[in-house]
């Protein structure tokens, strides 16, 4: 059942991704907005449908939470150390420094505002709807920015709205089925295994949850478009950091890992300083710094696994 759901998560996500393409080309966005807003928030729909059907099965008595948070977390792990380090193998990865200090600054923010909404241990409904309204503010933001928009290139090819709109809505609907298939199987995985259910939410559901942005980003860097693939996965991180947790606590109180907040939370605001430093001082993310920011996922993944 987990693999079949995750399997769904991926392909339903990557149907709905072309559908929202194709909307924002019509829309006229340009590549760096269809990566941070379009594609991750495509892309993170199975983040978002665990956390809300999670949120819905707290709502009814039983306690979800570490799926919501570990899997939110796991996936934002896997996003800035797994896929941007394999795409950085593929090819040389920079941004403009505008682009460095306004959204990876949100990025580091949003990281600090869930650590203090989780200290005490829980994320309650009024801390939900807090972190969805400043998801909500960055989004507007970023779309009110004459920079997010470019003029058409010639001969540029989209699908018509209707039929894009027909592929996104689709692709969501086997999101759904998805994550009904992971949410229940990653209990029993747990059970049958002896392992505790954050764990398997932050290192299975996180990496498979990852699928789909590292489908898009290493097709990206094969088309030559670095900006669309940073993008996404900058945008990916601070959807997930602010979104899934926020929406699944407006449905329902969520208790907050003790051990995801001294460690996971704190080893990923790491990483990610190490990567905007290398954006910063290194021009950009080649074959070492990826190699660099791997090596650290891997003894992440290594280091979480041994505790379980």
């Given at each position: 059942?987990?693999?079949?759901?995750?399997?769904?998560?991926?392909?339903?996500?990557?149907?709905?991704?072309?559908?929202?393409?194709?909307?924002?080309?019509?829309?006229?966005?340009?590549?760096?907005?269809?990566?941070?807003?379009?594609?991750?928030?495509?892309?993170?729909?199975?983040?978002?449908?665990?956390?809300?059907?999670?949120g819905i099965r707290n709502?009814?008595?039983?306690?979800?939470?570490?799926?919501?948070?570990?899997?939110?977390?796991?996936?934002?792990?896997?996003?800035?150390?797994?896929?941007?380090?394999?795409?950085?193998?593929?090819?040389?990865?920079?941004?403009?420094?505008?682009?460095?200090?306004?959204?990876?600054?949100?990025?580091?923010?949003?990281?600090?505002?869930?650590?203090?909404?989780?200290?005490?241990?829980?994320?309650?409904?009024?801390?939900?709807?807090?972190?969805?309204?400043?998801?909500?503010?960055?989004?507007?933001?970023?779309?009110?920015?004459?920079?997010?928009?470019?003029?058409?290139?010639?001969?540029?090819?989209?699908?018509?709205?209707?039929?894009?709109?027909?592929?996104?809505?689709?692709?969501?609907?086997?999101?759904?089925?998805?994550?009904?298939?992971?949410?229940?199987?990653?209990?029993?995985?747990?059970?049958?295994?002896a392992i505790d259910a954050?764990?398997?939410?932050?290192?299975?559901?996180?990496?498979?949850?990852?699928?789909?942005?590292?489908?898009?980003?290493?097709?990206?860097?094969?088309?030559?478009?670095?900006?669309?693939?940073?993008?996404?996965?900058?945008?990916?991180?601070?959807?997930?950091?602010?979104?899934?947790?926020?929406?699944?606590?407006?449905?329902?109180?969520?208790?907050?890992?003790?051990?995801?907040?001294?460690?996971?939370?704190?080893?990923?605001?790491?990483?990610?300083?190490?990567?905007?430093?290398?954006?910063?001082?290194?021009?950009?993310?080649?074959?070492?710094?990826?190699?660099?920011?791997l090596g650290l996922y891997?003894?992440?993944?290594?280091?979480?696994?041994?505790?379980?």
């Open positions: 059942m987990l693999t079949v759901g995750l399997i769904g998560l991926w392909r339903g996500t990557d149907l709905a991704i072309h559908g929202a393409v194709s909307i924002a080309r019509n829309l006229r966005l340009s590549e760096f907005v269809v990566g941070i807003a379009v594609l991750s928030i495509g892309s993170d729909l199975p983040e978002l449908t665990i956390a809300i059907d999670a709502l009814e008595g039983a306690d979800m939470s570490d799926v919501v948070v570990g899997s939110a977390v796991g996936s934002s792990l896997g996003q800035i150390g797994l896929v941007l380090g394999i795409a950085g193998l593929l090819g040389y990865l920079t941004l403009p420094m505008y682009i460095l200090k306004q959204h990876g600054g949100v990025m580091l923010g949003a990281l600090v505002i869930l650590v203090l909404t989780g200290l005490d241990g829980t994320v309650t409904r009024t801390e939900g709807v807090s972190l969805l309204t400043i998801y909500a503010i960055y989004f507007v933001l970023l779309l009110t920015d004459r920079r997010s928009y470019e003029k058409p290139k010639d001969g540029e090819k989209t699908a018509a709205l209707p039929t894009a709109w027909a592929c996104a809505l689709g692709g969501v609907a086997i999101v759904i089925v998805g994550a009904e298939l992971t949410v229940r199987s990653v209990t029993n995985v747990a059970e049958a295994l954050a764990i398997i939410a932050i290192v299975i559901i996180g990496i498979g949850t990852s699928l789909p942005e590292l489908s898009i980003s290493v097709g990206a860097m094969l088309k030559k478009r670095a900006q669309m693939s940073v993008g996404n996965l900058i945008g990916s991180n601070i959807f997930d950091t602010l979104v899934p947790i926020g929406a699944a606590a407006v449905i329902a109180r969520l208790s907050f890992d003790e051990l995801i907040l001294r460690f996971d939370l704190p080893f990923l605001f790491a990483l990610t300083v190490i990567v905007m430093f290398f954006f910063a001082h290194k021009k950009g993310l080649q074959k070492g710094e990826a190699i660099t920011v891997i003894a992440y993944v290594l280091v979480r696994l041994a505790h379980a």
